[in-house]
């Protein structure tokens, strides 16, 4: 085990990964402390699974770069051992033996997990109100299951035992309201109780806006922003501008977009046009006012995570 790996909780290293011709993660570096909740986010076919793939060295052959948890070579087989024993990935998911019940697949993995005198009954009956599981669901064979309750018992899974990194890919997918709400709460409990270490990725925006404490951006299979999440919302404003006539919202648009190539522009329903990455509120009056466009009112809003995607991806 490296020394110098071991104060970083996860560790990926100059991690480039090529299927076929196409290059799927190209340059990916980013170290993650004890006790960082880190949001992975990114649109459809990003790389954010692909990433979470090969931290948990389960890729074959092995991608160029490095990855450690907990200070254990994702390459080395018995350092990876080591890791996976403290740690839980929930990638592609809902995974579980159709023909056992709910409860056996838990006892199952985690006797694997664990050995065979870990006490699954407690850990289960302390778990399951979290995922709206009782008993007599738990007893039932998952082929009877549906989705949201196979992707319950597959994410119950990962809290046994209390691993100190949960790598979670799209966690809630599926999860009614009520089970997101509850197993946010657990995530959060052993983050306060056990300072343990996250990386989730979620399409889900407000979840992530929730639990992260910071946000790594991935594009085209290459990191575009990584950043603590209140420095990132802080520093960054949108501003509103209110029209007085409805027929100007179009006009306006076309000529922000036009002549101000550098700014993203979006219609709001109420006479009013939303503009982000804007460096004055002049460059756009002075635009309006020589088209007539009349501008009753300017109102600055904090950024929100939506805004800031659409700001990243939509340009
Ligand atoms: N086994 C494979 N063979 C070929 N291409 C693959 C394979 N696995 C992934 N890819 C490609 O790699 C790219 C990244 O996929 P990945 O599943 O990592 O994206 P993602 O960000 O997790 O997307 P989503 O949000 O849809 O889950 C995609 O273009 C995908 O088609």
């Not at 738990?138 to 035992?161: D, E, H, N, P, W």
């Not at 802080?234 to 977009?257: M, Q």
């Not at 700014?263 to 002075?286: A, G, M, P, R």
Request: with cysteine; aromatic share 8%; charged share 25%.
């Amino acid at each position: 085990m490296a020394e110098n790996q071991v104060e970083m909780v996860i560790k990926v290293t100059d991690v480039y990964k090529k299927i076929g011709n196409s290059q799927i993660l190209k340059e990916i570096n980013f170290s993650i402390g004890k006790g960082e909740i880190v949001g992975l986010v990114g649109p459809n076919g990003a790389g954010k699974s692909t990433l979470m793939k090969i931290l948990s060295g389960l890729w074959s052959p092995k991608p160029k770069g490095k990855c450690y948890i907990l200070g254990c070579d994702m390459t080395n087989e018995l350092e990876r051992i080591e890791a996976l024993r403290r740690s839980s990935f929930f990638i592609e998911t809902p995974a579980l033996y159709l023909k056992l019940s709910g409860y056996d697949n838990i006892e199952l993995y985690a006797k694997l997990k664990y050995g065979s005198a870990f006490n699954v009954k407690d850990e289960v009956n302390r778990l399951a109100p979290f995922f709206e599981l009782d008993n007599k669901m738990l007893k039932r064979k998952a082929k009877t299951y549906s989705l949201g309750t196979k992707q319950k018992v597959s994410l119950l899974q990962m809290f046994i035992g209390n691993p100190e990194v949960l790598i979670l890919d799209e966690p809630f997918n599926g999860l009614d309201p009520t089970t997101t709400i509850k197993v946010k709460e657990l995530l959060k409990t052993r983050w306060r109780e056990n300072n343990i270490t996250v990386l989730i990725s979620s399409h889900i925006l407000s979840d992530i806006e929730e639990l992260c404490s910071r946000i790594i951006f991935i594009k085209n299979g290459s990191i575009i922003l990584d950043s603590n999440k209140e420095e990132l919302l802080k520093r960054n404003t949108v501003v509103i501008f209110h029209l007085t006539e409805k027929e100007h919202v179009d006009i306006a648009c076309s000529l922000i977009k036009e002549k101000l190539p550098y700014v993203t522009v979006e219609t709001q329903f109420n006479n009013s046009i939303k503009i982000y990455n804007l460096n004055s509120h002049y460059d756009v009056l002075d635009l309006l006012q020589n088209e007539g466009i009349v501008v009753k009112s300017i109102e600055e809003q904090k950024i929100s995570l939506v805004d800031l995607y659409k700001q990243l991806y939509l340009q």
